[in-house]
């Protein structure tokens, strides 16, 4: 089975060899995709092939990635993949954020169970394979966190040198600690995200470093298969609608390729809308749809959920694309909303990062507005694990969250304060038996 990659503008469509080491296409600029000519005459019998591979103890196998390796078929030789069995994420149901959104039910799949809690691995076992099949000896990534603790612990394993550049003092801390745990080059730069994007974009063009963000369009590939996962787990059974935060839009990117691949090759008869949503601060893709753009209109963003504090987005065109091929919308939520919503997913008993929280947020605003109707079947996609932001919930439920914050290594200002609706602060109490019992009004 051949892969190439192609551009993905109209007219030019450029196609590279496999083993390119361009992230863009070199005549024009554009983004690049991995194809394939697909050769899967049965699709039924492949679905069964999936399922009986969950019995198996082969490491390809095991992950939830490499079992659906017909479908992301551009790695020559599989004694090559990096893995750790990432993928594998349950799909939970949500009764308190169902009845909170108006939704009659809702499904959470939860991809920051993830081997360094975040959906970033799915991408990284397939990134970094590449690297070692193009013989790369270190990888770089700009990142807000989760993209460079995935990185950081994919490149360890596969023994290479990882540089990642992240925004001083504003990834979360849980985030910083695993990649000086995983044993990367950390640089904090002064800037934002966009400005460290800039930056390691500028590097990889210069050098053999090998780029490990979501412009690389082997990372996409393994992000695909949360789709595939997700609907393999529901028996095949097409949800209506797939929501998922919007931040460098890799993800949205991938899951808009999943769909339409599984599509065309006829795994399922109907699409599920992509539905993506920003922050309300961070939210370019949203003002260039709305404002019918044909360029990204960027902005300076703005979010406490700090992993899509994106202002300038690389894979916007792919986004766009993932929206017109299943019908999708992009809206925006405030700080407010993805703060009430995180805290409603956490009393389900699931919790994650606050960039995730804008999904359920967002299913809340379409079904007011009437956009989303309380009968549809929804999966939304959780990105990051709880743990990765422990500072934004604690003060949450301590009534201490603010939209604006500055520090400069301590708190100089901050305004804006965010309601905690759903407060659950932690109680101080005297070690005394009798005044439990009072409390718990036993
Ligand atoms: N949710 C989480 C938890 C993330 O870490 C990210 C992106 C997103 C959502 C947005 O996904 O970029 O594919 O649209 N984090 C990147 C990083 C940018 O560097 O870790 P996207």
Redesign the pocket.
């Known amino acids: 089975m051949s892969a190439y990659l192609q551009c993905i503008e109209d007219p030019c469509q450029n196609i590279l060899p496999a083993g390119s080491k361009a992230y863009v296409c070199p005549k024009c600029g554009g983004l690049l995709d991995v194809k394939y000519d697909f050769q899967i005459p049965d699709p039924e019998a492949l679905k069964r092939t999936f399922y009986q591979r969950r019995l198996s103890n082969d490491p390809l196998d095991l992950s939830g990635v490499w079992r659906y390796r017909e479908l992301i078929p551009f790695c020559n030789d599989l004694s090559q993949v990096v893995t750790m069995q990432e993928g594998n994420t349950p799909i939970y149901t949500a009764p308190r954020c169902a009845e909170y959104t108006g939704l009659k039910r809702l499904f959470l799949k939860h991809q ?1 169970l993830n081997p360094t809690g ?3 691995d799915n991408g990284m076992t397939s990134g970094i394979t590449q690297a070692r099949q193009t013989n790369s000896k270190v990888v770089a ?8 603790a995935s990185m950081a612990a994919y490149a360890a394993r596969a023994n290479m040198k990882a540089v990642i550049f992240i925004p001083d003092q504003q990834i979360a801390f849980g ?1 910083l600690s695993q990649s000086l745990d995983y044993g990367a080059l950390t640089l904090q730069i002064e800037g934002d ?1 966009d400005e460290a994007m800039r930056l390691v974009k500028e590097l990889t063009e210069e050098t053999p470093i090998y780029l490990l ?2 412009i690389n369009p082997y990372r996409l590939e393994g992000q695909k298969t949360i789709v595939v996962e997700m609907l393999a787990q529901r028996d095949w059974v097409v949800p209506d609608r797939v929501v ?10 991938s899951f808009g390729k999943a769909i339409k691949e599984l599509y065309d090759l006829g795994f399922i008869r109907k699409m599920p809308m992509v539905t993506i949503i920003q922050a309300q601060r961070a939210n370019p893709l949203y003002r260039t749809l709305i404002d019918h753009s044909p360029r990204l209109i960027r902005v300076e963003a703005h979010t406490l959920a700090t ?2 504090k ?1 202002g300038n ?1 690389v ?1 916007w065109k792919k986004a766009v694309r993932a929206m017109e091929w299943t019908r999708g919308w992009c809206d925006v939520v405030s700080e407010q909303e993805i703060a009430d919503a995180k805290a409603m997913i956490g009393r389900d008993g699931i919790g994650c ?1 606050p ?2 929280a804008t999904t359920v947020a967002g299913i809340k605003r379409l079904i007011q507005t009437g956009e989303i109707d309380k009968d549809e079947d929804v999966v939304a996609v959780l ?2 694990n709880l743990l ?1 932001d422990p500072d934004y919930t604690i003060n949450y439920h301590q009534n201490n969250l603010y939209e604006l914050a500055s520090y400069r290594h301590e708190l100089i200002e901050r305004k804006d304060k965010i309601q905690s609706t759903f407060a659950n602060a932690p109680l101080r109490i005297k070690p005394n038996k009798d005044e439990i019992i009072k409390l718990l009004e036993l």
Not at 141 to 148: E, I, K, L, Q, R
Not at 244 to 253: D, K, R, T
């Open positions: 920051g975040s959906f970033k990534c700009a990142s807000t966190g989760n993209t460079s985030k995200f963000n979501s998922v935060p919007g931040g460098n839009l890799g993800n949205s990117a992993a899509i994106i987005p894979s990062e960039a995730s990105t990051g990765k």
